[in-house]
Every structure is written in structure tokens, then in C-alpha cells.
């Protein structure tokens, strides 16, 4: 992976990530696009730079996040925050298996995409416009809506987004769940893919993320060059999309979907 390509698949995170387009896919089709050659490390480069993404939602609703006397927030995402960790470490040896495979993800898209066609059809009276009026059993079960993402293409932001739904959230309040869900849950992925789990098991490559990011300076420089941009761009892109799902709903995301994914479908079926 050279500078120009980390760069590209940064801004491809910040963009991505918090949308309900799937930002594994993503990065995915764009490294498969770019004729990454696909490595140990870029599996890893493309997890660990959610950490910027996070970051940016921390820096944007700073103050739901550090008013310490609003105990229930924190409750509320821990208790959300268990099912995606439980179901994510049990299946994460078949989740990566399935990150190589993009008809498969492909199809996931298109999938989604039809399903976000009437999301706003199904859920026309929302009855929670704030995050204060959220349950905790509203947030564990936007927690188990958020495992659906488990599966390359789903897109986490669209399965917990959705999830809000059921339970009478608005569509900006479902979204901004969604945002502050993603900060424990990305943080616990990323640590758990730097510092816990092996990459490149049973080979002679066999080693832990950090590992792999102190191997040589131009390791480290691309690890932090991905984690800034992705920072960057995904503040950009939460506001802006926060106003469009506000204004128009789903149904743009989803004709992009369908329309991404069937071409993709195109492109790996004549590749």
C-alpha cells in the first residue's frame, strides 16, 4: 500500500462510515478497484482506521459525551454495546472470510438498498424525537439491529438507524443513536484488531496488529495519515448527512445502493 492509496481509502472511511451505505464495502470494491493486493495489513489498515472516524463524533457531540451527571447515556450504550461485542468475537474468524467475496457483499448492497426504499413508508410516526426519551431496552435492542451489520454490506449505520426505527425513533434521533452506538462499539473493534487479535494466523507472517503498524516507519506514517484524514472527512460527512436524511429520508441511499451494487455485480461477474 503506497501513501496515494491509504489516502484514498481514508477519505473512502470518512465518507462511508457513518452513512447507511456500508463503508466495508467500500473500501473493499475501492481496494479491489485500485489493484491492492490484498494483505494482512490492509485488512488491518482498513479496521483500525475507524478510530479517526469515531474521533470526529466524540469532537462533534462533545458535550453528550462528557456531561459526566447524565449517567443513563453511558448506561445505555454500554448495555447496546454487548451484543455486537459477544457476536463479534465469536464470529470473527467467518466475518473476514467473508470480506474477500465481493459478489457477495455486492448482493448485500443491492439487498439493503431495496429494503431503505421503504424504511420511511414503514415508520411514519416517530414518537421519539430525543435521545434522553430512549430506553435502555430501546438501546439494547438497537444493539442486536446493529449485529445485522456483522455481514460485509449491510452497513452498521443503516442496520442501528433502522433498529431506532422500530422503537419510534425519528429519523434524526435513530441517526444520532447510531453515531453515539458507533464510538464504543468502533473503539472495541479497533483495539480488539490492533492489540488483541492475531493476523495471518498458522503462517510464518503471524503477528498482532501494533505489530504489523511498528514493522517500519512507513507503516506507522500510514496508520496515522488514514486515522487523520478519516477524522477530517467523516466530520464533514455526519453533518451533511444528517441534514439530507432529515430533509429526504432513505430513499436516495437507497437507489445509490441498488445502482452501486448492481454495477459492482457487473464489473467482479465480467472481471
Known amino acids: 500500500m503506497n501513501i496515494l492509496q491509504a489516502i484514498i481509502l481514508a477519505i473512502i472511511e470518512g465518507l462511508t462510515e457513518f452513512l447507511p451505505i456500508s463503508s ?11 489493484g491492492m493486493e490484498e494483505s494482512e495489513f490492509l485488512k488491518m489498515f482498513q479496521v483500525s482506521i475507524q478510530f479517526g472516524a469515531i474521533l470526529a463524533i ?33 464470529f470473527d474468524d467467518k466475518i473476514e472470510a467473508v470480506l474477500g467475496n465481493q459478489i457477495a457483499i455486492s448482493t448485500v448492497l443491492v439487498l439493503g438498498g431495496i429494503v431503505l426504499l421503504y424504511v420511511d413508508n414503514w415508520f411514519k410516526n416517530p414518537k421519539i424525537l430525543d435521545e434522553k426519551d430512549i430506553s435502555i431496552k430501546d438501546g439494547i435492542i438497537i444493539g442486536f439491529w446493529q449485529c445485522l451489520a456483522m455481514m460485509p454490506g449491510t452497513s452498521r449505520s443503516a442496520a442501528s438507524i433502522i433498529g431506532g426505527m422500530t422503537r419510534g425513533l425519528s429519523r434524526r434521533a435513530s441517526a444520532e443513536f447510531s453515531f453515539f452506538l458507533a464510538v464504543p462499539t468502533m473503539l472495541a473493534v479497533t483495539v480488539y484488531s490492533v492489540f488483541v487479535k492475531t493476523w495471518g494466523k498458522g503462517t510464518v507472517t503471524e503477528m498482532k496488529g501494533y505489530e504489523m503498524i511498528l514493522q517500519d516507519q512507513d507503516h506507522i506514517n500510514l496508520f496515522i495519515l488514514g486515522n487523520v484524514i478519516a477524522f477530517i ?3 464533514i460527512a ?9 430533509k429526504y429520508g432513505f430513499k436516495f441511499w437507497g437507489w445509490y445502493r441498488i445502482i452501486i451494487g448492481v454495477g459492482l455485480l457487473i464489473y467482479f461477474y465480467t472481471k
Open 238 to 246: 455526519v453533518k451533511t448527512f444528517i441534514d439530507v436524511l432529515t
Open 24 to 34: 466495508t464495502a467500500h473500501m473493499g470494491f475501492t481496494a479491489s478497484l485500485l
Open 58 to 90: 466524540v469532537v462533534l457531540y462533545w458535550k453528550k459525551f462528557f456531561n459526566f451527571t447524565n449517567f443513563k447515556f453511558y448506561f445505555k450504550l454500554v448495555y447496546a454495546v454487548i451484543p455486537a461485542l459477544v457476536l463479534g468475537y465469536l
Open 233 to 235: 472527512i467523516a466530520l
